[in-house]
DNA sequence: CATGAATGAGTGTTCATTCAT
DNA sequence: GATGAATGAACACTCATTCAT
């Protein structure tokens, strides 16, 4: 017990530091699978090797660990959502494609589905959170698509009206589908990105130029 | 035992049979406050003002409270969707409106959202109601939509590629919008109509003749 | 229902006077096989073709219908018991063979042991029926025993110190045997003729004459 | 992880490994007075100074409890049993009545009358529990009684046909008597020691030599 | 700091008993 | 009297959280 401070410091130090990810990385992939509700904070404890009352050194509640996963995982999406809309170099076209698969492989890929699912579901229970991801997922993906339709008004490739079109509108369809793939197998999942090829189409044909 | 077949046996039954929707209307306006984990079935016994063993002579279980509802609140759903689809008269712009719109109240109003989210977020628990739901709910609601592109090109309004249209596509925005309204305050609620008619406006735009 | 004081009031009546123990027969059949803890007031009912409540006009609780069970039961075994012992004209081995038989069919076949079960393992909530069923049922048997004793060593087939022979010995193995077999497959059932035989010649080989 | 092999983990658990064994024996101490079914697990958990769900760390269930009790206890009992048969140097009179006494004790004092009791009637709920009852404990201690049965025909002291008489008749009165006991205070309880006195004496004097 | 045994409030479910019809 | 819908006390079991080691 007191034994293992002799070889190296520093490696304790570093695990330390990894814990808290290692413990969000292992209660998102277990919430993915089973739901958050469904998912006891021991499974959580078992899948990241740390006991239970390790975890309570980092979150101070299960709903603290979940709103710390939120956290560490909107930087990402969102740095993701400003980079394809703000540094993408290609048509329109491209850019709104691109947007819809990193929406999809963020939502179910990367798991972030199930953070909309608690919140749609337990929003009661999480009411700054559910105020900081409107903030700073929803709205900012909004604005990220807000700037990609300007930009394609500006590249002369949308109508001008274009940038008046409610971008809510632009992004719903991809969650929509992703939500629905996790849970009804037929519907969304396996032809995703047809659909939202078709998506971009039905966009490019009402607010294309020409 | 077998002379139960005299007169009228239905007379006395008739006010209890009463008992089961009024369960089920309460439970549902409670869902749709606290969420389905977070209500106790005490709660629901109160709100409908009977005691919590009652609910166990109509339901033989919180989940199978739930399907029951489901079951009940499904028939609406589709009949609602259908009668908009089919039986309206007037042009596709009107009718794609009012379909949406149908959704809207029907998701926002009458609380089938909680329906839909119950079952993103503890789908696992119900197997069978998740593809019961699939099959009735989705894939009717999207035969539906199916149905009026194709009226729209019987009717000269709408391109002959509309008829190939995914209509998920079309529900999408409709539904998503009525459960980010449910939780997230400045996303979708209060402008929904809005944000129909853009969308109608969309797809007219793109799909449309001339 | 109020049609039905037409036809003949006798009618009624005499099935009104056959209900308690038609309730109590269809107690003991229930009991016998699923116990009498895990049988339901509402089973019991069905089994007897009558309203739960209608129980309740009988027996005022689910005890006071066990110790009205019993109590119609005791009659017949205790009448048999006696006969087995006092009108019996063979000799002392067959009458001892005879009153085994008759424990054995009365406990198995009739279904008594299912009274002896509830007593042992729950006796503690039926503190005058203990009292009861132990003066009238084993007491009583204990004593017929006896005068069979007396009535052997009187014949001059049993040795005179027979007649101190405790009775409690010779009842104990066609109880325990009866139990037994209700629950353990293996042990008591199949043979239980055979045993009883065993038995009785244990006891003629020490208390028998020469 | 792997590094959990140091020194003496032992020393730790080694207080917290009686847990289970005091909880047992709260359990038996309650279900002897109050018999199983009306003792509730709140009980137990008082009765062993220790939470509810401290419980539910050993024994997933109530049943589990009972299981696990009744294991704990069978090997006692099947040892001393087949100690008293085998390593017994008096008489076979000696033996039995030592073999008879052993039992009573185990059954009454020991409190294993409780397992027969919850046998007799819950075994329904218990169906691999009643198998293994039946094969460890009835069945073993049928062949203890055997083989003391066999070394009285070697040692000259019982007839050659004691080798072909049926353990069961052996040992029946010795465990009615102890059940009768803890029911009906008038039966069985107060004379144990004279009623295998007698009982033996029967035994004896039936497959006795001479 | 890490551990995991211990806690106990909370809830779904059962079922004997009551009582309006 | 009979019915069976309604009641509500009782209890097994879960799991987030705490804390002695």
Redesign the pocket.
Known sequence: MDDTTKKGPKKRERR?EA?PDEIIAAAIELWKVRGFA?T???DVAIGAG?????I??YFS???ALFEAAVEARIVRSVDQANQSADLFEGTTEEALLTFFEKVRREMVEGGSFIFLKVLLSEGHRFPELVERYEATVLRRGFDAVRRLLLRGVARGELKSEAAEFDPRLVMAPAMMLSLWGTVFPGVGAPDARQLHKQNVALLLGSLGVE
Not at 50 to 54: D, E, P, Q, S, Y
């Open positions: 330390k814990r469904a006891r904070l021991e740390v006991a239970k009352g390790t309570y050194r509640s299960k709903e």
